[in-house]
Nanobody, 122 residues
């Protein structure tokens, strides 16, 4: 599975941004689709994920209530909608996927996109 993110950019504090991930090479129908982020000098961290069975979602506490993940299996696409953005949300955002099982740990994921930069100005 190949993943490519798009939609990153510069946004002001309090603004919104939608980041997309398009998959190719296989249908994402039975894959968990997740987002991670990595700020400069920091470890890569879990942002959220959407399950393949019932579109159930999980989010990190740091973004809960401000972030929504959705998927369109027909388009092999997953979206990350981010609202009320803060400077601490500045990071490279990565799309990742694994089959069947939800996870929050980087090492659990088999496929990664190259990432897209999101910068939130104060």
């Amino acid at each position: 599975v190949q993943l490519v993110e798009s939609g990153g950019g510069l946004v002001q504090t309090g603004g919104s941004l939608r980041v997309s991930c398009i998959a190719s090479g296989d249908s994402i129908r039975d894959y968990v689709m997740s987002w991670f982020r990595q700020a400069p000098g920091a470890e890569r961290e879990f942002v959220g994920a959407i399950h393949w069975i019932d579109d159930g979602t999980e989010y990190a506490d740091s973004v809960k209530g401000r972030v929504t993940i959705s998927r369109d299996n027909a388009k092999n696409t997953v979206l990350l909608q981010m609202n009320s953005l803060k400077p601490e949300d500045t990071a490279v955002y990565y799309c990742a996927t694994r089959r069947y099982y939800m996870g929050r740990i980087v090492e659990e994921y088999d496929y990664w996109g190259p990432g897209t930069h999101v910068t939130v100005s104060s």
